[in-house]
């Protein structure tokens, strides 16, 4: 009786709280009102609530979807267990215990949808819990230790859930090894959920700061997002380096995705400028190091101008560095107030924004009417106002603000480029301003270079060696000024070329130290660079023709490596303004590309695919010769490259040869010490890239030497010599993105470079073997991806002259030519000539026996070959016939392959039947030739090959009585083929037969047909025995 009333009292508490549960789920609105009956309830039963609560609760762990009502009963059931009752707070502890208890059993089961119910409920009880909870340490170290576990379970939204439970505890000392596996499980996690919420988890720690930042470049945009909400609310601007503040601004202020875009303008305003620069620009500028970060600078300046976060002050310009307060008196001289580098950028930002603002607002309001254009000039005279206020008055003040910035040394160089900038919003028209600034650049052009002395008191020169001012962008600038205050035509040419012809005087006479040889150099290159044509430079101070036997050719014959490397970059712009190539020109440079050292040969080397690029490469050879030796003439895949030891340069060769034999020299391509820009390995892959890209504008190149080339590209892509060369990665990545858009021609090309580049890659085939396991296992991942890497860029679709993408594999939808008409069909361009060409290379593995080596090179390629689409217009031209009769050495060279199998089985079933009897061995020899395949024709069996009749299968079965006339029926009936489809593997060609010719043959041969389809199974049972 006893037990009845428990178990009736049970059931009533157990109804209680499922109609609790139940309206909780319809709304949140209830919840408040609901928590205070749940409690009432469990103080009226203390003994008996916990089992019912345990089983009201379970069916919610077995419910998979994430519905608005499930989610509203686990919030209300983690709110419930998270509050503590003061008056009960023992049952409260003794409950959640329980509770916990029991979640953590559900955590670790096999079920996926119990262990996210049960990781969900823990991670928002624990997210909820209060500070002063009391829980026994044995607890939260069962619940540490198992979501720990969970955090790598196989299912995503249980490791969400996880993460999210364990987040609390990451701060925890005592708990560090939470932070090591949340640190050890993001870079491999491949949801991108579960990945945002680990960054979301992290603490801010020296550890913990790569790892976010390094999250700003996930492919996810979420990921991204929580990065920069996580860098902002947690990392203040001072506790990051310069390196990391300058690489989260780069990455986000220039991200692609507009959220992630606004999340880092986010960042920069909110938190480091309003707040931990107190809304000052120029101390956020000091935080970037614009000097060594220049472009971080620009890009943050613009940004907030853009977006109006800066403010002019009235008071404020350029001019307060020359207004009395700022001038010190010295000696009766006037000196200014030097600007610091961050002020520079900073004025010179404000500057240019301003101009391009009063001119975009000026067109404006040109071409508006009305009450808008009225707007839109009152804009741009606003505009204008202040950046006429904020520009010295006088050109004259200008200067004299440039001059004390340079006499300043050194130290202000950066300052004093930032002023030179501000040229092009000046005005030089005046006589007297046009005398002073003219007078500046001449000062500036002949101001002789920095140097220092080192320990053997030799000159050490500061810069890169070849740029006036040791850098490019100094030089830049002077550039820009000079040509402001030279506008004409020709005056420019005509006042540098007398600046020019007082540096080059000790030269001439050959009393110039290698200094003096690289400042005028250094000028030439000036000059050549900013003009447009030798057409300026007739009839001046130095004639073109003198400059170049006078200056650029002596110099190249220094022997200091600085003056010949700056004096082969003044050669080959040279040759860009020449019409006609020079024969002394060309020959100094490939005999400097030839003979020099590192420096020397990628100078000379940049000079030589410019001046190809420029004139061509047929016009650089009939420059020198008009009967050059070139191997691209011959129609192969095979190049002997060029010994480099020819006295005169290998003037006899071929520029493409001569450069392309450049990539099997071995002091350029094994040298590790070389810095980039020097390295000839890097600019050959570069100019390469270029070449073939626009091959289309060299009639005279020949085609055969596209596929070496593009082959030679992709090994490079993908070999361990090209590493740390980033800018050869960054410019082989974009040729592999635009290469197979641009023309159904690229599509042959690579065809043609598929195999050899496999062929190379692969270890154990073209004797690059002898290597340990775990390289050998190394280098067939990579040859794979380069595999996958060709395939994807073969399906890609062809692009337009009116950037539409169309399909390459359609003849209505190819481009036109020049001419308007369509280009024809090109066969070899297609994804079925390239399966033909795998399927030749597999099956001449077919009649030997193969190592391991081999049977995986097979493999590798047989599982690129299931993935080729064919298209039904190779059909007329005989491709897939060839392929049909190919299927059986195929299918006998990965006979050990079952997956593969399957799948070559799966692709022969896809290619239409044809009448395979009509195309003899002659004409499978005519295609082969067309498309270039080296294959003989012995090892196509153009004999259709017998279908073996499967063997009957004896299986014990309890027969029915039968008449004889029945009987009689069956016998014959079992002595006719069972099967016309193929038993085994190996015999996998498709064909349709005809009912009549099987019936004649079965009844006149039915013997030798058992016998020779015996002989076939025997034959390939030990072919497979073999393997």
Not at 870 to 878: A, D, V
Not at 945 to 951: D, K, L, V
Request: charged fraction near 25%.
């Amino acid at each position: 009786m006893a037990d009845n009333m428990e178990e009736q009292a049970d059931t009533i508490l157990l109804q209680k709280i499922v109609k609790i549960f139940e309206e909780t789920r319809a709304s949140h609105a209830t919840h408040i009102r609901k928590l205070k009956d749940l409690s009432a309830i469990r103080s009226s039963s203390p003994i008996l609530f916990t089992p019912a609560f345990l089983r009201a609760i379970t069916p919610l762990l077995g419910f998979q979807r994430r519905t608005a009502s499930s989610e509203r009963l686990v919030r209300f059931v983690s709110i419930f267990s998270s509050t503590r009752d003061a008056n009960n707070a023992s049952l409260c502890d003794s409950f959640l215990e329980a509770f916990l208890h029991f979640l953590l059993v559900a955590a670790a089961a096999a079920d996926k949808t119990v262990r996210f119910r049960g990781c969900q409920i823990i991670s928002e009880i624990i997210m909820r819990l209060p500070d002063d909870a009391e829980v026994s340490n044995e607890i939260w170290d069962e619940v540490v230790e198992t979501m720990n576990a969970r955090v790598c379970d196989k299912s995503p939204i249980v490791r969400t859930f996880a993460v999210r439970a364990v987040s609390r505890f990451v701060n925890d000392s005592e708990n560090s090894d939470i932070l090591d596996i949340l640190l050890e499980n993001l870079p491999p996690e491949q949801n991108p959920v579960v990945r945002k919420t680990i960054v979301l988890s992290l603490p801010p720690t020296n550890a913990t700061s790569a790892a976010i930042i390094s999250c700003t470049l996930d492919v996810n945009e979420s990921v991204r997002k929580a990065a920069y909400c996580v860098l902002a609310s947690k990392f203040p601007l001072q506790s990051l380096s310069i390196k990391l503040r300058t690489s989260i601004l780069q990455r986000g202020l220039a991200d692609r995705s507009a959220a992630v875009r606004g999340e880092c303008l986010k960042l920069l305003r909110d938190e480091w400028l309003v707040k931990s620069c107190k809304g000052d620009p120029i101390e956020l500028l000091k935080y970037l190091d614009v000097e060594t970060y220049e472009t971080v600078g620009d890009c943050v300046m613009d940004v907030l101008l853009k977006a109006k976060l800066i403010k002019v002050p009235a008071d404020q310009s350029i001019r307060q560095f020359l207004s009395p307060a700022a001038i010190e008196e010295t000696e009766g001289c006037c000196k200014s107030q030097l600007m610091e580098p961050e002020v520079a950028l900073y004025w010179r930002a404000i500057c240019k924004h301003f101009r391009e603002e009063a001119h975009q607002k000026g067109s404006a309001a040109a071409t508006k009417v009305g009450t808008e254009a009225a707007i839109y000039a009152a804009e741009a005279s606003d505009d204008n106002d202040i950046l006429e206020r904020v520009l010295p008055a006088t050109v004259s003040d200008y200067i004299e603000i440039v001059k004390a910035h340079l006499d300043a040394g050194p130290n202000h160089r950066f300052a004093s480029r930032q002023l030179l900038l501000l040229c092009a919003m000046l005005d030089f028209s005046d006589a007297t301003n046009w005398k002073f600034a003219s007078t500046f650049v001449q000062d500036l052009l002949q101001q002789p270079l920095e140097y220092f002395t080192d320990e053997d008191g030799e000159k050490v020169l500061i810069g890169d060696g070849f740029s006036l001012g040791g850098d490019r962008n100094w030089a830049d600038a002077v550039s820009a000024l000079a040509k402001k205050v030279y506008a004409a035509p020709g005056e420019f040419e005509e006042f540098v070329l007398c600046i020019l012809e007082k540096l080059a005087q000790p030269c001439r006479e050959r009393t110039a130290d290698f200094m003096q040889w690289i400042h005028c150099l250094a000028v030439t290159g000036l000059l050549l660079e900013s003009s447009k044509s030798f057409r300026w430079m007739q009839g001046k101070a130095i004639e073109p023709p003198e400059l170049l036997h006078s200056l650029l050719l002596p110099g190249v014959r220094h022997a200091h490596l600085d003056v010949q490397r700056v004096s082969i970059r003044s050669l080959g712009l040279y040759g860009l303004l020449q019409k006609k190539l020079s024969d002394e020109l060309v020959k100094q440079l490939r005999l400097s590309f030839v003979k020099g050292p590192s420096p020397i040969s990628a100078m000379a080397c940049q000079a030589l695919i410019d001046l190809a690029m420029w004139h061509g490469p047929e016009e650089i050879d009939r420059a020198v010769s008009h009967d050059l030796s070139s191997q691209f003439i011959d129609h192969n895949m095979g190049f002997c490259p060029i010994e480099f030891a020819d006295s005169n340069g290998n003037q006899d060769v071929a520029l493409l040869d001569l450069l392309f034999s450049g990539f099997s020299r071995p002091d350029w391509c094994e040298g590790e010490d070389i810095d980039e820009n020097e390295s000839v390995l890097a600019v050959l892959g570069e100019g390469f890239a270029k070449i073939l890209l626009l091959s289309e504008s060299y009639r005279g190149m020949h085609t055969s030497a596209h596929p070496l080339f593009l082959a030679k590209l992709i090994g490079l892509y993908f070999s361990d010599k090209t590493k740390e060369l980033y800018r050869l990665r960054q410019c082989l990545s974009v040729f592999f993105e635009n290469y197979p858009y641009v023309s159904v021609s690229h599509k042959k090309y690579l065809s043609k470079a598929f195999i050899p580049v496999i062929r190379s890659m692969w270890p154990g085939i073209d004797g690059n073997g002898g290597r340990s396991p775990t390289v050998i296992s190394n280098m067939r991942k990579l040859a794979i991806q380069a595999s996958r890497f060709m395939l994807q860029m073969m399906q890609v679709s062809l692009l337009s002259r009116e950037g539409k993408i169309i399909d390459g594999n359609n003849d209505k939808d190819l481009p036109k030519t020049d001419d308007g008409t369509e280009n024809s069909y090109d066969l070899e361009s297609g994804e079925a000539v390239l399966a033909l060409r795998i399927a030749s290379e597999v099956a001449n593995f077919s009649t030997k026996k193969k190592n391991a080596a081999e049977k995986s090179y097979c493999a590798a390629l047989c599982r690129i070959l299931v993935q080729l689409r064919f298209n039904p217009q190779e059909e007329e031209e005989g491709v897939t016939k060839i392929m049909r009769w190919l299927w059986n050495h195929v299918a006998s060279a990965v006979s050990t392959e079952k997956d593969i199998l399957k799948e070559l089985k799966r692709m022969v079933e896809s290619l239409e039947p044809a009448d395979d009897n009509n195309f003899s061995a002659d004409d499978a020899k005519s295609v082969l030739d067309k498309l270039g395949i080296e294959m003989k024709v012995e090892t196509v069996n153009m004999e259709i090959p017998p279908t073996p009749i499967p063997q009957p299968r004896r299986t014990r079965y309890r027969r029915k009585p039968q008449t004889d006339d029945e009987s009689s029926d069956e016998e014959e009936y079992a002595k006719e083929p069972a099967s016309v489809a193929p038993s085994n593997v190996g015999g996998m060609s498709i064909r349709s037969q005809r009912a009549s010719k099987t019936v004649a043959l079965t009844k006149l041969t039915t013997t030798d047909e058992d016998n020779n389809s015996g002989v076939t199974s025997d034959e390939e049972d030990s072919d497979v025995s073999d393997e």
